[in-house]
């Protein structure tokens, strides 16, 4: 087997990729593939040509922010209907400043009402918050910040 062949590349590139495998082993929380959150991504892709209104950098990060809190109330089990009414009757009577407050309306909340949650589909993981980014448990959290660094 020559290492410039078909055959020796396959290996080479196995070999590359086994601290990765070795990695997704040890850590149950570790998806194998990215699947799941390419499918959720799918309808604004398609869609993409008839959103070319949000030209200005506010208008395409204001709808960045809300597909980002309909898929994470997805995720977590909820009516996004319902779960967006939720936020949009309680939002403009608070402090945004006050961080408990705020957690108590993210979609990973245990306090949110029971009749927003979608019966028959629990939360598939317990969602926490970090920088910006929404991560199931710390451990998903570190598998996050590890699969960052060899992913991108």
């Known amino acids: 087997m020559l290492p410039k062949g078909a055959l020796g590349q396959a290996v080479i590139h196995?070999?590359?990729?086994?601290?990765?495998?070795?990695r997704y082993v040890e850590d149950g929380?570790?998806?194998?593939?990215n699947n799941r959150?390419?499918?959720?991504?799918?309808?604004?892709?398609?869609g993409r040509a008839n959103w070319l209104f949000a030209n200005t950098a506010r208008?395409?990060?204001?709808?960045?922010?809300?597909?980002?809190?309909?898929?994470?109330?997805?995720d977590n089990g909820l009516n996004t209907t319902a779960y967006l009414k939720y936020l949009?009757?309680?939002?403009?009577?608070?402090?945004?400043?006050?961080?408990?407050?705020?957690?108590?309306l993210m979609p990973w909340s245990k306090v949110l009402p029971d009749p927003m949650r979608v019966k028959g589909k629990s939360s598939r993981k317990g969602f926490a918050r970090d920088g910006g980014a929404f991560f199931a448990s710390s451990a998903r959290q570190k598998s996050f910040k590890y699969r960052q660094n060899w992913m991108w």
Request: net charge positive; with cysteine; hydrophobic share 40%.
């Open 29 to 33: 929380h570790l998806d194998i593939d």
């Open 88 to 104: 949009f009757e309680r939002m403009p009577n608070m402090d945004l400043d006050d961080r408990r407050a705020l957690d108590k």
């Open 14 to 22: 196995c070999l590359k990729q086994c601290p990765k495998l070795v």
């Open 37 to 46: 959150y390419e499918r959720s991504l799918k309808p604004f892709v398609i």
């Open 59 to 74: 208008g395409a990060r204001a709808r960045a922010v809300r597909y980002s809190i309909v898929e994470t109330a997805k």
